[in-house]
């Protein structure tokens, strides 16, 4: 039995102990090889789900059942334990191509500690438009982007300035 696990699941270890498994398999050997992590429909289109590694890197579901169908094996059985949701890639803004799955991947399982975010101090407003508040927006396209809460709340803070200064110079106040 094969078993790799936390951060050393990366698609080229993975991969490599697959291979080493499978140049054993034998006509009467039973073969149970379980997933359990990430998973993502990158493409809608085609529709297919990829297994996601510990690097970032993917595998079409597909392609690894096809491996395992392949085996010489009397009985295979293949089990992925993970999403097959399509990736939020609308909120992001900007000509750059954007993987918000990386991204979520370093905020949210490289950090430790307390994110606390408010949108106005203390006797301040919180301004935005009809589709919602200024922070809202730009903190939901910043995550997906930027890989640090330092980056994060920088872009993040730099960008609802400047959209509430905006507002106000629309709705008339001439000191902004």
């Known amino acids: 039995m094969t078993e790799i696990q936390g951060e050393g699941a990366t698609s080229e270890a993975v991969m490599a102990a697959y291979d080493d498994f499978a140049a054993a398999v034998a006509p009467d050997d039973t073969v149970f090889i379980h997933f359990s992590g990430h998973g993502l429909i990158p493409d809608p289109a085609p529709n297919e789900q990829h297994l996601q ?4 890197k993917s595998l079409s579901r597909a392609a690894w059942a ?3 169908a392949a085996l010489p094996a009397r009985l295979r059985i293949f089990v992925t334990d ?3 949701s399509y990736p ?3 909120l992001a803004e900007g000509p750059e191509v954007v993987n918000p799955w990386n991204s979520f991947y370093y905020l949210f399982r490289l950090h430790e500690g307390f994110v606390n975010i408010t949108a106005a101090s203390p006797g301040q407003d919180a301004l ?3 589709r919602g508040g200024f922070l809202t927006g730009n ?4 995550m997906q982007r930027y890989k640090t809460w330092e980056e994060v709340f920088q872009r993040t803070q730099n960008r609802v300035f400047n959209e ?3 507002e106000i110079r629309g709705l008339g106040d001439p000191s902004l």
Request: net charge negative; glycine share 4%; aromatic share 4%.
């Open 53 to 56: 590694f510990c690097d970032m």
């Open 128 to 130: 935005g438009t009809e």
């Open 66 to 68: 096809d491996r395992i």
């Open 88 to 90: 939020v890639r609308e």
């Open 82 to 84: 993970c999403c097959s």
């Open 164 to 166: 509430t200064a905006e």
């Open 139 to 142: 903190l939901s396209s910043d």
